[in-house]
């Protein structure tokens, strides 16, 4: 049976990682609660390509 309830998966991705010109994407999977935080999710996350920490911000 499946859940009920407000939590769903989000997909992170670098946002410095496209201007740098360098090949792949820096991705994550996170979940979040839709009803309490309904704007698009930003976290500090490490990017292994840049070996930096930087701004991932949801996609749909």
């Known amino acids: ?9 989000v997909i992170l991705e670098c946002t410095e990682h496209k ?3 360098r090949p792949g994407t820096s991705r994550y ?4 609660n839709k009803k ?5 999710l930003e976290i500090k996350k490490f990017n292994p390509i840049l070996k ?6 949801e996609i749909k």
């Open 1 to 9: 049976m499946a859940k009920k309830g407000n939590r769903v998966q």
């Open 19 to 21: 201007e740098s010109g």
């Open 29 to 32: 999977i996170s979940t979040k």
């Open 36 to 40: 309490n935080t309904p704007e698009r």
């Open 52 to 57: 930096k920490m930087t701004i991932h911000r």
